[in-house]
């Protein structure tokens, strides 16, 4: 797909909107990219590193001119759930784990983008997407409490943490506490002035009183030093057991970032009529996420709240995601040292901001009111936060699947006829207008076929021939639904085939697509000669029925 000139950023006149946008980006990317790092549970720097890697890789492969891509709150929360588990209290060893994950991650959205397989956020259905984002908000915030309430709980199990943290209401910090709340107040306030960077405010308020109010003698915690060294591209060193259960967690990574990422890249386009190129945003993806892991940062995706954040700036073009990142840069090089004086309850803040746009009842409200994916939603929420982050992600991916299959599972057959003497044939059940063909029995199943429900569907199409009222002496198949077929559908065809030709009838399969015509014609099915699988719609199928009976 082409791109137009906006969207590359050819367009001069829209520089100073990119530029403006990438500044006040770089004002809120940076304070978030740290307090990712804090809920992925790894060394600040490498939050930084992910920030810089996601602008610049996406700022040069990817298709839209809005989508930022940086460290997200909800892929961190998965690695620090991953990390924790094989690491087994090793730092050192989850800096590294990390790294293997987040390069596994890359690997795949780049084979992912090769192989055009950019629908790949189907097999996560949307309100099994939306109550694991609002189960994973809970989780983040509550997981941020005891850095604003100035405690070191012994638990990491959310409902063993809360019950730990309002047990010991008397051990909270309330000079941390304060500075938590009015940081938090702060953000909420700001964030109603779009063009303001009010993560970097706080930050550097929160710096301020630290350096002059002396917070941690009232032991309110800091950010502490971040080592920030050359960038040196670093395989991770990991035994093969490790690279196998990453690679595990891998594809879940992948199917959660670009459910994330491909949600606020499309829509975005659809907001100003962009084309989308899902394959491509892979690829960019991919490439964000491989130099990440090299250089030992977190997983980075098109977060929604970044890009809008970005659009609402002014942006035009991919300039301003580059513009951020040279910005991000250079206050990273002159103003690091004083990012180690942020007070810990200043940072927690951010998170819990940050992540409070997912957490709106509103969200899901629709699906109790449409009565539709009710459990769904409400199995989805309480896995993450019965199951945990990483079980529950499994999951909600797990319920996706087996929603997917219910549907394709699905043996629905429709009768067709034909509306007066025009070319449309639709179904009787829905049109009672529609009139069937004398002597001709039309059926179209209404799921793709494939090996879990193919033989189900041509069972109820024998069952519709031996209970039609009329003689039957031809019936239509049209398989317009089913873009391939696999073996076990194919073996369904050559039996009912078999059934048809046996009682003297005659079957011609329409609207088959190219794919299909092929495979038919390569499997020589018996009782499905050349002229039976042809490109023929549903009205050239009934005149070639009466050619053949006419000749006859």
Request: hydrophobic letters at 55%; charged letters at 15%; glycine letters at 8%.
């Amino acid at each position: 797909m082409r791109i137009s000139a906006a969207s590359t950023g050819t367009a001069g006149g829209n520089r100073a909107g990119d530029l403006l946008a990438g500044l006040s980006l770089a004002g809120l990317l940076l304070p978030e990219a740290v307090a990712y790092s804090s809920i992925a549970n790894l060394p600040p720097h490498m939050g930084i590193i992910a920030l810089l890697a996601g602008l610049a890789c996406y700022a040069l492969l990817g298709s839209s001119r809005f989508a930022i891509v940086s460290a997200t709150s909800s892929s961190a929360a998965v690695l620090a759930a991953a990390t924790a588990t094989m690491a087994i209290g090793d730092p050192a060893h989850r800096v590294v784990l990390a790294a293997g994950l987040v390069l596994l991650t890359g690997v795949f959205f780049l084979v992912a983008g090769m192989a055009r397989m950019g629908n790949i956020t189907d097999f996560i259905a949307k309100p099994v997407m939306r109550g694991f984002t609002f189960g994973l908000a809970i989780v983040i915030i509550v997981k941020q409490l005891p850095k604003v309430f100035g405690v070191h709980p012994q638990h990491g199990e959310l409902m063993p943490l809360v019950a730990e943290l309002f047990g010991q209401v008397g051990a909270w910090n309330p000079v941390a506490v304060a500075v938590g709340a009015i940081a938090l107040a702060l953000l909420f306030l700001l964030a109603r002035l779009k063009s303001v960077p009010g993560a970097m405010i706080v930050i550097a308020l929160g710096i301020a009183a630290s350096r002059w109010l002396d917070l941690s003698h009232y032991g309110v915690g800091l950010v502490g030093p971040i080592v920030l060294q050359r960038p040196a591209l670093t395989w991770p060193q990991l035994a093969r057991a490790d690279w196998i259960q990453l690679a595990e967690l891998a594809v879940a990574m992948v199917m959660i970032l670009y459910a994330e990422s491909y949600g606020s890249i499309r829509s975005f386009a659809m907001k100003h009529g962009d084309t989308v190129e899902p394959n491509r945003d892979l690829l960019a993806l991919g490439a964000a996420n491989v130099f990440s892991g090299l250089l030992q940062g977190i997983p980075v995706g098109a977060g929604y709240s970044a890009t809008s954040a970005n659009e609402a700036a002014g942006a035009t073009s991919r300039w301003a995601g580059a513009i951020a990142a040279i910005a991000v840069f250079i206050v990273v090089m002159a103003l690091l040292p004083w990012v180690a004086l942020t007070p810990e309850p200043v940072l927690a803040a951010i998170v819990i901001h940050a992540v409070s746009h997912t957490l709106k009842p509103a969200t899901l409200r629709p699906y109790f009111q449409w009565r539709r994916d009710r459990l769904v939603v409400v199995a989805a929420v309480f896995g993450v936060l019965l199951l945990g982050v990483l079980d529950g992600l499994m999951a909600a991916i797990g319920i996706s699947i087996l929603m997917l299959l219910r549907r394709l599972a699905d043996s629905r057959l429709s009768i067709l006829g034909q509306l007066g003497q025009g070319h449309d044939f639709v179904r009787i059940d829905l049109h009672p207008e529609a009139r069937p063909v004398a002597g001709i029995l039309i059926l179209r199943p209404e799921e793709p076929l494939f090996f879990a429900n193919a033989e189900k569907i041509l069972g109820q199409a024998r069952r519709h021939i031996n209970d039609a009222a009329q003689p039957v002496r031809a019936i239509i198949l049209s398989l317009e639904e089913s873009p391939d077929l696999d073996s076990s559908s194919l073996e369904a065809l050559r039996d009912f085939a078999g059934f048809v030709h046996a009682g003297g009838k005659i079957l011609l399969l329409a609207r088959l697509k190219n794919s299909v015509q092929d495979i038919l014609k390569r499997a020589d099915v018996a009782g499905l000669p050349p002229s039976a699988i042809m490109d023929l719609s549903v009205d050239d199928a009934v005149a070639a029925v009466a050619a053949i009976q006419e000749a006859s």
